[in-house]
T-cell receptor
Framework: DGGITQSPKYLFRKEGQNVTLSCEQNLNHDAMYWYRQDPGQGLRLIYY???????QKGDIAEGYSVSREKKESFPLTVTSAQKNPTAFYLCASQGFWGNQPQHFGDGTRLSIL | AQSVTQLGSHVSVSEGALVLLRCNYS??????LFWYVQYPNQGLQLLLKYTSAATLVKGINGFEAEFKKSETSFHLTKPSAHMSDAAEYFC?????????FGTGTSLTVIP
């Protein structure tokens, strides 16, 4: 079945450490997105990519970095510069602009040790 | 500018009662509209979508939504709430290359 796989489900970060969240899709979608979700809050866009080797900052990109070397993969790195990284991170993809919905992975919950 | 607004961050209904979750959008051109559901510690799951065909859209789990251009609304309804409907619901709008989510409505179902 086609879908989006996020790993790991749970991740812990130590002080000063960078961590990378994985997102893989086999839907052949061009666009991919990373969102952050805090308790009781909506989705905030971190980064998005419309095509391989290109990506744009979203509303809260500071302290995060991404790469898009393959169409199927869009990993997110939470750097030590992100001082409040504890949150639920969601990856999404979309086939074509306009009438296509975004499809979501099951999320990664990041916590501070 | 806010492109999609969900009225009511928390809604409570009794089991078996009507569910009504409100969503209004702001757009000068016809948008594409979506409703998603999110259960705890899971991603968002598509409930239904409006893509300029029929104005009454039926989705999964007995939910439906009606697109009303005159009211710029896309409210989500279900005739009879079930305990399993308790979740967070998000309205979303696609405008050209931009995709916007509402802030979400948490639905509680009272037995």
């Amino acid at each position: 079945d086609g879908g989006i796989t996020q790993s790991p489900k749970y991740l812990f970060r130590k002080e000063g450490q960078n961590v990378t969240l994985s997102c893989e899709q086999n839907l052949n979608h061009d666009a991919m997105y990373w969102y952050r979700q805090d308790p009781g809050q909506g989705l905030r866009l971190i980064y998005y990519s419309q095509i391989v080797n290109d990506f744009q900052k979203g509303d809260i990109a500071e302290g995060y970095s991404v790469s898009r070397e393959k169409k199927e993969s869009f990993p997110l790195t939470v750097t030590s510069a992100q001082k409040n990284p504890t949150a639920f991170y969601l990856c999404a993809s979309q086939g074509f602009w306009g009438n296509q919905p975004q499809h979501f992975g099951d999320g990664t919950r990041l916590s501070i040790l | 500018a806010q492109s999609v607004t969900q009225l009511g961050s928390h809604v409570s209904v009794s089991e078996g009662a009507l569910v009504l979750l409100r969503c209004n959008y702001s757009s000068s051109v016809p948008p594409y509209l979506f409703w998603y559901v999110q259960y705890p510690n899971q991603g968002l799951q598509l409930l239904l979508k409006y893509t300029s065909a029929a104005t009454l859209v039926k989705g999964i789990n007995g939910f439906e939504a009606e697109f009303k251009k005159s009211e710029t609304s896309f409210h989500l309804t279900k005739p009879s709430a079930h305990m399993s409907d308790a979740a967070e619901y998000f309205c979303a709008v696609s405008l050209g290359s931009e995709f916007y989510f509402g802030t979400g409505t948490s639905l509680t179902v009272i037995p």
